[in-house]
Structure formats: C-alpha cells, structure tokens
C-alpha cells in the first residue's frame, strides 16, 4: 500500500510540473492572443479575467482543470479491474475453498494464483505467465482471503490518493475563482460600486463560491468514478444471473428518474435561501455601519424586528426544504431496502432450484450492497449539480462584463505638466448634467484654486482632474494629447486625490501613509517555489508576499529610515508631530526592531533615576527592584514582575493559570491572598451597598462589579458559615459530610479562587485597607522568583518579566523609560515626573527615535482610533509622499480644523507650483487670492481661469465674491440637492463642497 | 494609617458629624490620600476648584497675596476641612493654601463628591445643615457688626 501511495506521491508531482508548465504556457497564448498589454503575460489574473468568467460552470472547470480531472480519472479507470476482483474473490471463497469445488474430481491440490492474459479468439490461445503453486484446500483458503486483504488495502490506497487529489483541485479551482471575484471586484464600474453592499459581495467570495469549490473536485471524477463503480457491480450482478441483475437494474432506474423529479422543488427553495441569508448578511453589515445612527434615533427596536423577521423567512424556508428532503430520503432508503429484499426473496429461490449456487448468490448480495451508496452518491451529485449551477449563475450575476471597467490599457506615462485644457467637458449623472461643455486652458505646473458655488459643479470638476470621475462627454488633455491616452497606472502615480472622507485601513500610521507607495513588487530573491508553482497552477498573482513593496524612488528616498523621517518631517510641518510623539511614548519598542533606541532606553532610565535624584525628586518614583516589593504596583504586579502578554495572564484569568496558582498554593500567598479578598469583598458590599449598579463610582473605584456583590456576599456568607461550623464540630471528614448534607459546606476552591482574584489589583498607598505586611512583601518577592522559574519551566512563556538591563517589550516605551510606577501619593508627582522625563528626551534626543515608534501606532478600523482631524492629516501626507504631478484636493483640509487647515495650505502653496501642481477646491472666495489661477463654478459651467490681482485680496473685492457664488447657486442648487440623496462613493456631495478651508 | 483613621478623622468634621460611617469610608476610599512637603500649595487662588481637602497631619496655611506679600489668614490644622466652598459653589479658588510643615490630607475629588451628594440624600443634608449653620453665624456676626 506504501509504495501505492509513494507512487500517487510521484504521480501527483510530475503532474504539478506538467500542468504548471503547460499553464504558463497557455497564458502566454492568451496574454498574446487577448490583449497587448505586456504586464498580462505575468498576470494571468488579468488574461483570464479580460474574458470573464464562463457563462457555464462545467465550461470553467474544464478550462481550468481539464488536465487534472483527466489524470484523475485515468487513476480512477485504472482501479477499476482490481476493484472488479475485490468483487468477484468472494465468490471463489465460498465456492471453492470452502465448499472445495476446486477439489471436486478427487484432486488434493489445486492451482492458486495462475496468471493467464485472456486473448481474443481469433488471436490464438491464451498466453499462460504463471501456472501457480499447487496448494491444498486449506492453503487455497488461506490464499484468497490474504488475496482479498491485499486487494481492500489496495483499492484503499486508490480511494486515498483519489480523494486527496481531488481535494487539492477543488481547493485550487476555489482559490483562482476567489481570487478571479476579487480581481473582479476592484474592476467594479462606478454604477456597480453604487450598487453593492460590501457585507453582500464579502458573503459571496467567502461563503457562496464555497459549495462550489467543493463541487468543483466531483465535477467529472465523481460521476466517472461512481458510474464506473456501479455500473461494474451491475455488470458483475448480471454476469451472475441475468434476472437478478434486471431486477437491480430496474430499482436502480425509478431512483434515477423519480428522486431527482422530487428534488426540483428542494433546488428552487435552496435558491431562495441562498438569496435571503446573502441579504441577511447585507441587513446585519448596513447595521453594524450605521450603528450610531441606529442608537442616535433609538430604532433598536425596529431593527431587531427587521432582522427578526427575516429570521423567520430564512426558518420557514428551512422547514419546508426539511420537509421535503427527509421525504425525499425516506423514498429512497425504502427503494434501496427493497432489493435486498427481492434479492433474498427471488434469488433464494433461484438457489434453491439450483440454477444459481450459494456463493453466487453470496456475491451477488455482497456485490449488491455496494451498488447503492455509489449510486446515492450520484443521485447526490446530480442534485449538488442542479444546486452549484445555480448558485454560480448568482454569482455570476454580479460580476457581469457590463458591471466592471476595462483593463488598463498600456498607455502614456509622460509628467502631467504644460498646457492642461478642457474640451466641452460634461458629465452627466442619472439626476442630471453637472457639469457641460465646459472649455478651459492654464499652464501647468500651477496653483489653482476652484471656487464652488454651493453646487457640485466644483467638486466634479476636481474629481475629474484627478481621474476620479470619467467625463461623459468631451476630453481633457495635456499638451493636446488626450489624458485618456495615459495608462491608469501612470495616471495613479501621476495625480493624487484626497477627498473630505480619508479612507484608511486597519494598520499602522506608517501601513497607512505609505499605502500609496506599494506598487513596486519586490524582487522575488526567496522564493518558496512549492507557493510559487501553486500560485502559478491558480492564476493567483506570483509576486511575493509580505515583503516590502514601498517605491522608495517614488518618495525620492533610499531606505526605510530616510522614508520615516520624510514622513516625520511632513507631519511635523502639518503640526501632528507632538501627536505622533505621544503614540510613540504609549507605543511598544521592538528590541530587534529598533535596537539602538532600546539601547538608549537603558541609557536614559539609568539618567532618569540620576535626575530626579538630583532634583530632590528621588522619592516620586519607585523603581523596578527584583529584590523588593514595589508599594506602589498592584500585587498581580508585583508577583509576575512584568508584563502579561497572553490574556490568560492578564487581570483577574492570573488566578485561573495553573502555573500561577500552583506557585501560591505552594508559596502559602494562596491563603493569604483569600483573606485579603475577604476583607476586600466585606469592604466593598459595605461600602458600594445602596448605590445603583451602573453608577460611575462602581467603575471608577470598586474591586467588584455592580453585579457580582450578590455573589461576593454569598460566597462570605457561605466562607463564614464553614468556618462557624469547622471551629463548633471540628473539621473531620464526617463533619464536611455533615454539612453538605445540610447544605452549608459548599465553600470551596471555587470561591477562594474568586476571592483571590480581588487583591491582585490592590495597592496599599492608594486603596489603605491595611491588607499589607511587610512579611506579605517577602513572601510575594519569593514567590516572584518562583513564579518565573515555573513558568519558564513550563515553557508557555506569556510573559515579558522587566529587567533592569532589558527592555520590556509588551510594556510602553513611557513605563520603559520610568522603568517603576510614580508615587501617586505624592501631591503633583506626576506632573513633575513628567516635566524631568520632557527635559531628558529633549536633552538627549530621544524625541525624533520614540516619534518613530509613534508611526506603528494602529489606526483602528477605518481608523477610528484617530481623531477626523489625524485622520485626513494621514490622508493628505499619504498624498504628499508620493510626489505627485498633481495633487487635488477636495475638502481634504476641513476636518483639520480652522488653524491647522491654514498652516497646511499656506505649506502647501509653498511647495507647489514649482514642479507639481496643486488644485484645491474652496468653499468660498476667502483664499482664493493666495493662488495663482482661479477657476468658479457657475451652474454647470466652471469659468476661468483669471488671475487673482493683489487688489482682489482687499476686503473690498472678498465681499463682491460671495455675490458671485450666491447668483450661481440658484441655478446648481437643485441638482446638489438630488446628488446629495445619491449619497455613493463617487457622485459629488455638497457636504464636501462646503468647507475646504475656512481660514 | 488606614481607611479606619481617615473615617475617624472626617467625623470630627462638623459638615460629616450625622453620616452613616458606611458612606464616611466610601468618601474616604473615593477619596485620595496625598503628602504634600513643607512649603508645597495645595491649591493657588484663582486655580479652578477640582477637590476639597481633608488635613489629616500636619498644618496649612490660607494665604491672600498683598502688597506687601502673602497675609495669613488663617492656620489649619488636623482635621480641617479646606476647599470645600470652591467645590459646592462651582467657583476659582478664593485663596491660597500652603502647607508649612509636612502635610498629609486626604484629596475628596469634586466630581466624586457631587456624585455622593446627588446619590446620598444623608450627605446632601448634612452638608445643607452644615451650611445653613455657617450662614446663620455670619448673619449673627453681621448683626454684632451692625450693633457694634
């Protein structure tokens, strides 16, 4: 069986090779044949999906796999002969090992294993390999069963390598038609995006392709397989007796011909599930999105309706394909359990008139009951068929040709300055024209300012410059050429647009600033060539991946470190530098990644210490001492005397980790630690009893929850009983049994450990419940020791214990830095710790080292960790960093705030016009004098470009402007109201008209 | 010194004389206990009211900046209530307070102490009486003043 399997192994990889080269292969013919577009020919991603996806299933699986399933089924045919001889084995058992008709003339021995190749007449005799061992009829017994043991493990060895290579193309054909929807989806047209609900498409890739990619492996090997299988039982079954075989036979045909007519209606009904669970999912993520508008006009209680009553649907239609199946099933267990039935019946009979033999009989029974499970399976199959069409198709639906863009076309990649010109530019949207037949020139590289009117007019244009919006009608071109000439990738490289809403993703600061500079795949030095072939035989993208893909000429720098401090220096001048420090000191410092700074963290601890010595301020910090007892950290603290990285580690789970509690069971703390509770809890209920649970004071100051005083005072009540009870009877076994019996002596570990978790974030100076002793801070020191010698010894690590020399990694850099806690009771310690620990940094300057740290601070989910203001600050130096030739903006300034947005424009401004142009769209006529041409939309048309004089500064020419603006709104105001309801992604919204900068 | 002495020593105010002990060790644990060096301020006038302090050690002079330096105006010792008024009145601080030798007291946070007052009518009360005595010895010294 092992050299079977070996031999799959073999098969399996030469086939890996085969079709891996084949593949490439075949994608230069399609990169050739499809499209001239050079990067197609190392992106089969983009040759394949030029053309779509295959209207039919079976059409895309045979394209994509046809060389697999052939394989396959070629291993499935070969099986076959040896699983017919599985089948037939029986039969010489009984017939002629045991009832010994091979003996019958008198013969002792008979022939065992004669190999003889079977010739067709005409071709002569048959040619005889091997005449075989004379065995006896022990012997031939013992000879065909081993035989039959040999031929179940090889068909096993057939059945495993069957199932684990169409395991691999299903999961194959599921990854290239995963990733083909995602390729698909970031070609999504504006209308479509329009259209799609995120929650909605993420179900398809994840969840509806799945049954798909399931099906995908079965598609041709599994009615191959089982057809063969079951149509070679039925051969063996008539080959025995003719009407036995008919009778299968004709069983074999209703369950063909009325299952499937009862399952239609199964299909349609899973249809509709498939349909209302995709707009569960849909329902439940527009919640979740808007769940502040949710709580802010209170309809909980209609959402939870809602999605109640779509439960019910998806119940109800769950039922009813309960109903039917279970039917369904019943119909054909009762057909399936007829035939043996008959078989007994009739073919005992036939036995028992002697025109068929037992073992005949035998076999045919035995050979019966694999006719059924293949032939379920089939009947399976052709239903999963039915079911994975469908459910293709509706994938399909969304990812039709008309619903995505074209490819980008290789095109011009020349810088966007000189004459810039706009040729009856129109764009019309389902409201209404925005803008038409708009016509203007200006030289860039310029300063242009476009002045709204309070309509969209504005905002389109701008979009438009930047290659966000297409224009419906007319062109705009650079130098007379057309800018549609240009290659999208160029023209993504060439323009940067930042809107009034910055996108950002999950990730760093520095992940999302540099998010515009991942286009330059990495030189594939290491490659896992196992990946690689894999990626190749799934048309997934080949370049590798996590590496760093940043264009570091792009930035027009030479490395990651002079990229951060291009960075730095960006948001310094933004005015986010301070905020960048303050991450950077609550950030975490990497030894491996930054070891100069954590060298130089050691440095400025120790100076740290020396200063507040030398101030006089020695006594407001207590350091870190692995020798002694910190007063001014908690006992958890002090106990693991580092910082938990696991959460089995952290709060009050300490109690439950069975190092952690074997340690103060051993160390004597356990006992201790629970009378601390005690009185911690007594404390508590006696002092929090009679507020309100919810109150603030709970939170801000109680070791226990609101909701856990009823339990912390059964637990005393039940600790204080046990006791009354152990000192009145004493403490021997019949007294605990006693008084379980009378249900008092139910305190036990389960409640201590509960009560141990309450003094693990004591600290005596701030909470003074005088728990502790200086024989408890010794104990606790020991333990400490023994606590990590424990938890080394188990090896699960979970903690990064503080060290003097070292820096501790899962702390933040500020706690690296004091390197001990600050002595709360002191009157303005922390304000004076902070100001020596301010006055060192700068001192030794460690400020530009901790801002970089700053830069790995996590932006949050569409990066709510940061404020709007931090938010398109990250947005706009995300723009700046990739030095565009053209950088809009559009309301990108407004959530600065009035002050910021100032300074940020006046940098702006000085930095373009040079050799990259800046566009800015502004709400009003306020800065439009600081630029050097100003564009005005009116209605639908955008006039300009005029020159601001100096004179129009005056207050005088600022006050005629609004004038201006005001008359064109009148005529654009209807349409920014309708645009407004359209509320998408790329349609223009007053909102981000109205405020650029308001300076 | 524990949560016990800190009760004991705001019974001897006459503003928390009435209230359960119950709710004297909950102001007193919500309550922050601070060391304050010779010569530290507590508070400077004009500082925004945030806390009223318990003197539990020590002593603490109120000051008022003159021409000619800081006038004392008075001395306080264990025991005293300072700050009190800032925090109930929503108002700056009216004068400096200074300790002048080692001091420790206990720091009642305003916001927690409103907190108390809106969910302990006992306080509340308490603190009402206590106030209403004060104003009724200023009007008696008015009165005297008047007279006199």
């Known amino acids: 069986m092992s050299g079977g399997a070996q031999a799959a192994g073999r098969t399996d990889g030469g086939a890996a090779q085969r079709a891996g080269g084949a593949q490439s292969a075949a994608r230069g013919r399609t990169a050739g044949r499809e499209i001239a577009d050079p990067r197609a020919g190392n992106d089969p991603e983009a040759a394949d999906a030029s053309g779509g996806l295959d209207r039919s299933l079976f059409r895309y699986i045979w394209r994509h796999s046809k060389r697999d399933q052939i394989l396959i089924c070629c291993v499935v045919l070969a099986s076959l002969p040896l699983y017919f001889a599985s089948l037939d084995l029986p039969r010489r058992i009984v017939n002629e090992a045991i009832q010994g008709h091979a003996f019958e003339k008198g013969n002792t021995t008979a ?142 045909g209703v369950q063909f011909v009325v299952i499937p007519r009862l399952r239609r209606e199964l299909l349609r009904l899973g249809r509709q599930r498939q349909l209302a669970s995709r707009r569960l999912a849909g329902r439940v993520g527009e919640v979740v999105d808007g769940i502040a508008a949710v709580h802010s006009n209170g309809a909980e209680a209609w959402e939870r309706a809602e999605i109640g009553h779509r439960l019910g649907g998806l119940f109800d239609l769950r039922l009813r394909i309960y109903r039917r199946k279970f039917m369904v099933k019943f119909l054909n267990n009762l057909l399936a359990q007829m035939t043996p039935f008959l078989f007994y019946c009739i073919g005992g009979y036939f036995a028992l008139k002697g025109q068929l033999s037992i073992g005949q009989l035998v076999a045919v029974i035995a050979a019966y009951r694999d006719l059924p499970p293949p032939l379920k399976e089939l009947i399976d199959w052709d239903q999963q068929r039915l079911d994975v069409q469908v459910k293709y198709e509706q994938v399909l639906q969304q990812f039709l040709p008309e619903r995505l863009i074209g490819l980008d076309a290789p095109g011009r990649d020349d810088s966007l300055c000189g004459r810039l010109a706009a040729e009856g530019v129109g764009v019309q949207e389902p409201h209404g024209p925005v803008l038409a037949g708009v016509s203007l020139s200006l030289d860039l590289p310029a300063r242009v300012a476009i002045v709204s009117d309070g309509g969209p007019a504005a905002s389109t244009f701008a979009r438009v410059l930047a290659r966000r919006a297409v224009p419906t009608s007319g062109r705009i071109t650079i130098e007379d050429r057309d800018l549609a000439e240009w290659s999208g990738a160029a023209l993504t490289r060439r323009i940067a647009f930042a809107g009034v809403d910055p996108i950002l993703f999950p990730g760093s600061l520095r992940d999302n600033i540099l998010y515009g500079l991942n286009r330059r795949p990495p030189d594939s030095a290491v490659v896992d060539a196992k990946a690689l072939a894999e990626a190749h035989r799934t048309g997934n993208p080949v370049e590798p991946f996590p590496a760093d893909w940043t264009d570091y000429a792009q930035a027009g720098v030479a490395d990651a470190g002079a990229l951060d401090a291009l960075i730095l220096d960006w948001l310094a001048r933004i005015g986010m530098g301070e905020e960048v420090y303050r991450f950077g000191l609550l950030g975490q410092v ?352 955008i006039h300009g470009p005029e020159r601001p004089a100096a004179s129009r500064a005056a207050p005088g020419g600022g006050e005629a402007s609004p004038g201006e603006t005001r008359a064109g709104a009148g005529v654009a105001a209807p349409a920014a109201a309708v645009s407004g309801r359209a509320g998408d992604e790329t349609g223009p919204e007053p909102a981000r008209v109205e405020q650029d900068v308001k300076a | 010194m524990t949560l016990e002495t800190e009760v004991q020593s705001l019974r001897q105010v006459p503003m928390f004389r009435e209230v359960d002990p119950a709710r004297l060790k909950l102001l007193a644990f919500t309550s922050e206990r601070v060391h304050f060096a010779d010569g530290q301020r507590f508070f400077d006038r004009g500082d925004a009211a945030d806390a009223a302090y318990l003197i539990l050690e020590g002593e603490a002079a109120v000051t008022l900046e003159g021409p000619q330096g800081p006038i004392r105006l008075a001395l306080l010792g264990a025991n005293a209530l300072v700050g009190e008024m800032g925090i109930l009145a929503d108002q700056p601080r009216s004068a400096t307070v200074t300790a002048v030798v080692p001091t420790t007291a206990l720091r009642i946070d305003r916001r927690v102490f409103l907190e108390l007052l809106s969910q302990f009518p006992q306080i509340a009360i308490a603190v009402m009486r206590e106030l209403a005595h004060r104003l009724e010895l200023t009007n008696q010294q008015l009165a005297q003043m008047r007279t006199g």
């Open chain 1, 111 to 252: 022939k065992f294993l004669v190999l003889r190749l079977q010739m067709p007449d005409w071709f002569g005799h048959d040619v005889s390999l091997f005449d075989g061992f004379d065995v006896d009829r022990f012997e031939l017994l013992f000879g065909l069963s081993s035989m039959f043991l040999l031929l179940v493990l090889i068909n096993g060895a057939f059945k495993y390598w069957i199932n684990v290579a169409k395991g691999a193309l299903g999961e194959r054909m599921l990854r290239r038609l995963r990733f083909q929807l995602f390729s698909l989806i970031m070609r999504f047209s504006p209308d479509a995006l329009r259209q799609t609900k995120a929650s909605e498409v993420a179900t398809i890739i994840r969840d509806e392709v799945e049954p798909i990619g399931g099906f995908i492996g079965d598609a041709y090997i599994l009615p191959a397989f089982l057809g063969t299988q079951a149509a070679t039982a039925m051969t063996f079954i008539l080959l025995q007796n003719v009407w036995l075989g008919l009778l299968a036979a004709g069983v074999v």
């Open chain 1, 590 to 941: 990497d030894p491996d990644r930054h070891p100069d700074l954590a060298a130089r963290l050691i440095e400025a601890r120790i100076a740290f210490r020396e200063r507040l010595a030398a101030e006089g301020h020695a006594h407001l910090v207590e350091p870190f001492d692995p020798t002694r007892y910190n007063r001014q950290a908690t006992v958890a603290e002090n106990l693991l005397f580092g910082v938990p990285t696991t959460t089995a580690l952290t709060g009050r789970a300490l109690v439950e980790h069975p190092v952690v509690r074997l340690v103060l069971d051993r160390s004597g703390l356990a006992d201790d630690l629970v009378t601390m509770g005690e009185r911690i809890a007594a404390t508590m209920l006696e002092i929090f009893r009679g507020l309100p649970s919810g109150h603030p004071l709970f939170e801000q100051f109680s070791f226990l929850a609101a909701d856990e005083l009823p339990e912390y005072e059964a637990i005393l009540a039940r600790r204080t009983a046990t006791e009354a009870s152990a000192e009145r009877h004493g403490g021997g076994a019949l007294n605990r049994i006693r008084r379980r019996w009378i249900g008092l002596g139910r305190y036990g570990s389960a409640d201590a450990t509960r009560l141990i978790a309450l003094p693990l974030a004591y600290i005596e100076p701030r909470h003074r419940l005088g728990l502790i002793d200086d024989a408890f801070r010794d104990r606790v020191v020991a333990a400490r020791g023994e606590l990590r010698a424990a938890l080394d010894a188990a090896g699960m690590g979970g903690v990064d214990f503080y060290d003097p020399d070292q820096v501790c990694a899962a702390a933040p850099l500020r706690d690296n830095l004091l390197f001990g806690r600050i002595n709360q009771s002191v009157a303005d310690a922390v304000e004076t710790v902070t100001a020596t620990g301010t006055a060192l940094v700068q001192e030794m300057r460690l400020a530009p080292a901790i801002t970089r740290v700053g830069l790995d601070h996590q932006v949050g989910p569409e990066g709510r960790f940061l404020s709007s203001g931090q938010r398109a600050v990250v947005s706009l130096v995300r723009a700046l960093i990739r030095r565009p030739d053209l950088l809009v903006l559009d309301g990108a300034l407004s959530p600065m705030g009035e002050n910021r947005a100032r300074t940020v424009l006046g940098l702006l401004l000085e930095r373009f016009g040079h050799e990259n142009s800046l566009v800015v769209v502004l709400p009003n006529d306020r800065v439009s004098d600081r630029f050097e041409l100003v564009l005005r939309a009116a209605g639908t048309q």
